[in-house]
């Protein structure tokens, strides 16, 4: 049973799915602000959280399962190496006009997996401090946006009509489905490491705008913002 904190910033996450399409037409200049925010925030988060989060996730599955193969319990990195890859490889565009395939089936499948991992992360933070899911709901939310912003642009009938609905249910999948796995299991760690991949190059090679073009003060808001969230997490105990 879902608690009401747990409730709260899933609805959150929710809105801001359903809610991006709107905001982004109805509101250019602040969107603009919001993705190179989102963008600073995604590489804090991926540098400053999820890399720690994943080297401790690797040391806890070694301890916890010393006999287990090692592609399990000690290569996480390797995951998040391959995800790394996919992206940087493949070419989202079949033409000038026209979105690749290929592309479309793995952002659509990378995301949904990305926001059942965000689902099940509310779930398993388990905590009763309401500074922990404000916290939550913020930077998952302004993250989301930065993605939902690239997928629009790339992809705006399709997210219209199915990826926003898509994503929706993969966070409400991902909080149930968190609620009878473990935290650290071998299938969240690796979905884990694969997601990370992905965000990196993501900031770095599609998301990141041009050195020239981006808005430096939201940019490095957002990797204020990330540094600031890593520190209330570990302040917190909720690593």
């Known amino acids: 049973m879902l608690s009401l904190f747990e409730s709260v910033t899933l609805f959150l996450i929710a809105v801001v799915h359903l809610g991006s399409a709107l905001f982004y037409h109805r509101r250019p200049t602040a969107s603009r602000w919001l993705l190179d925010f989102s963008s600073g925030l995604g590489l804090g988060y991926a540098f400053l959280y999820l890399l720690p989060k994943?080297?401790?996730?690797?040391?806890?599955?070694?301890?916890?399962?010393?006999?287990?193969?090692p592609l399990?319990?000690?290569?996480?990195?390797l995951y998040m190496l391959f995800g790394f890859l996919i992206y940087?490889?493949?070419d989202f565009k079949g033409s000038s006009a026209r979105p690749s395939r290929v592309g479309l089936a793995l952002n659509a499948v990378?995301?949904?997996?990305?926001?059942a991992l965000v689902g099940a992360t509310i779930v398993h933070l388990n905590h009763g401090n309401v500074t922990i899911y404000i916290v939550a709901a913020l930077v998952f939310s302004l993250h989301l946006f930065g993605v939902n912003s690239f997928l629009l642009r790339m992809y705006p009938k399709y997210f219209a009509r199915w990826m926003k609905w898509l994503f929706v249910a993969a966070v409400v999948c991902g909080a149930i489905a968190g609620g009878y796995t473990e935290k650290h299991s071998h299938y969240v760690s690796v979905a884990t490491a694969l997601v990370g991949g992905i965000i990196i190059i993501l900031s770095v090679r599609l998301k990141l705008p041009a050195r020239a073009r981006v808005n430096v003060t939201s940019f490095l808001a957002g990797v204020l913002a990330a540094s600031s969230a890593s520190v209330v997490y570990s302040l917190l105990g909720a690593f």
Request: charged content about 10%; aromatic content about 20%.
């Open 54 to 69: 994943i080297g401790y996730m690797t040391v806890a599955l070694a301890n916890r399962f010393p006999d287990a193969h």
């Open 110 to 115: 990378s995301f949904s997996i990305y926001n």
């Open 88 to 90: 940087y490889l493949i």
């Open 72 to 77: 399990i319990t000690q290569r996480l990195y």
